[in-house]
């Protein structure tokens, strides 16, 4: 599969993939990618666009996975209530719905479900943050105990002390826990080399968007987090 310089790869059949628009409320898609489960209404004869507008106009549809190419040549939308179940298949699309409002403004997510991708993400529960592995995947995670303010796409950019290759993202606040002087880190999974990298910080200054990064304080640091003074 190539990338699309613009709007998404929509798999039309298992020779043909093609480059189209990405539908307004359904923006983020992944492309050979079913959302396993949770089926809430099936309906078979439309097109792409077609399948995102009916999940945004169906009460308690939070996302939908769409196939083109069936047994009986009819295509089948797959009108989803969660995007847990993430698994690879062929000639599958799925996508959640940019607008889905949870009953009584809740979060159905659980730790282990997907969380959207680089161009957005959706919510997870109170016990986990929603971690960027790669552009095309972010997952609901557990919280590390001692670094619980997750911001996720943000860099404390600046006020390095030291770099750790290879960890995973809960390793990367403990490093930062038993680091004197560490007040914070900031953690990407996805990197040139292929390694992850955990960027200890002795401040939280100097805070930017990095699509991929997710930053944290951590909570038991007794030192100024701030560096700067009155007039900086």
Do not use: H
Not at 3 to 25: F, T
Not at 123 to 146: E, H, M, T, V
Not at 165 to 189: Q, R, S, V
Request: hydrophobic fraction near 20%.
């Amino acid at each position: 599969m190539n990338c699309c310089d613009y709007g998404y790869c929509q798999p039309w059949n298992s020779g043909y993939y093609q480059c189209i628009d990405k539908p307004e409320l359904c923006p983020n898609q992944e492309t050979d990618i079913d959302y396993y489960g949770n089926d809430l209404q099936t309906i078979y004869g439309v097109q792409p666009d077609a399948c995102c507008d009916t999940c945004a106009s169906t009460s308690g549809c939070a996302a939908y996975t769409f196939v083109n190419e069936n047994p009986d040549g009819k295509t089948a939308c797959y009108l989803k209530t969660s995007t847990a179940g993430r698994v690879e298949k062929k000639g599958a699309v799925s996508a959640a719905y940019k607008d889905f409002v949870a009953p009584n403004g809740t979060c159905t997510a659980k730790v282990g479900d997907g969380c959207g991708n680089s161009n957005g993400v959706t919510c997870c529960p109170d016990n986990g943050y929603c971690q960027p592995w790669n552009s095309g995947y972010y997952q609901c995670i557990g919280l590390p105990d001692k670094c619980p303010d997750q911001e996720v796409d943000v860099d404390y950019y600046g006020n390095d002390l030291q770099t750790i290759y290879g960890l995973y993202p809960t390793d990367c606040c403990e490093k930062c826990a038993t680091t004197n002087g560490c007040a914070a880190y900031t953690f990407i999974n996805e990197n040139a080399d292929g390694r992850t990298a955990c960027y200890l910080k002795s401040s939280t200054t100097g805070k930017v968007a990095k699509k991929g990064a997710v930053s944290a304080k951590y909570k038991d640091f007794t030192g100024p987090t701030c560096n700067a003074k009155v007039g900086d």
